[in-house]
């Protein structure tokens, strides 16, 4: 069954305290490994896209790489803009169309 | 460009009616795929729809349905409505080209009492 776990579940960081957000996963078949945020109240807001392990993508301050079983978004020096929920979701062989989502963590960043 | 459009944004209905909700798409994108995201259970799959034909459904009882018009716009409906349907519920729509990435309403918030 494909399935994905996001660690941890919440994280507070204070401004410029750069970290790191998990994505793991098992899924047949990768066709592509997605990084959301979202805003309270709002839907998920695209980040990035990753298809294959050693890829790695950046916009701003948030950086997505994936392995065969992990993906990790870091970001670094962070603002309170920043402060959100990132969901991680997979797209496997089996599927069509759907994404198996992580339930996300929880990023507050202070000034 | 015009992003994925949901109406209505906040919905307030009584245990045991029906509710239809809508979705429009990004222009030239032909998959809909809708979720129900709940505090407990995050993002759940519902259904997909692609060229007006359901292609993918999630685990959930019948009183889930939806359909797809020939403009890609997608409906879903739910029937005998529960408490524990209060959720938000989401539509992606999806380009099914070379970019495989779901751009997501805002949703509609749905409040069964």
């Known amino acids: 069954e494909d399935q994905v776990t996001q660690s941890p579940e919440a994280l507070r960081l204070q401004e410029g305290e750069s970290s790191s957000l998990n994505c793991s996963y098992t899924?047949?078949?990768?066709?592509?490994l997605f990084w959301y945020r979202q805003d309270p109240g709002k839907g998920p807001e695209f980040l990035f896209t990753?298809?294959?392990a050693g890829e790695e993508k950046e916009k701003e301050r948030l950086k997505a790489t994936l392995t065969k079983k992990e993906s990790f978004l870091h970001i670094t020096a962070p603002k309170p803009e920043d402060s959100a929920t990132y969901l991680c979701?997979?797209?496997?062989?089996?599927?069509?169309?759907?994404?198996?989502f992580g339930k996300g963590t929880k990023l507050s960043v202070k000034p | 460009k015009a992003g994925v459009t949901q109406t209505p944004r906040y919905l307030i209905k009584t245990r045991g009616q029906q509710v239809t909700l809508s979705c429009s798409p990004i222009s030239g994108h032909r998959s809909v795929s809708w979720y129900q995201q709940t505090p407990g259970q995050g993002l759940q799959f519902l259904f997909e729809y692609f060229s007006e034909t359901q292609r993918n459904k999630g685990n959930f009882p019948g009183r889930f349905s939806g359909r797809q018009f020939s403009n890609s716009r997608s409906e879903m409906n739910v029937s005998t409505l529960e408490l524990g349907d209060s959720a938000l519920y989401l539509c992606?729509?999806?380009?099914?080209?070379?970019?495989?990435?779901?751009?997501f309403g805002q949703g509609t918030r749905l409040t069964v009492v």
């Open positions: 899924v047949s078949g990768l066709r592509g």
């Open positions: 990753l298809y294959s």
């Open positions: 992606a729509s999806t380009s099914m080209g070379l970019n495989t990435e779901a751009f």
């Open positions: 979701a997979v797209q496997g062989g089996r599927s069509q169309g759907n994404l198996i």
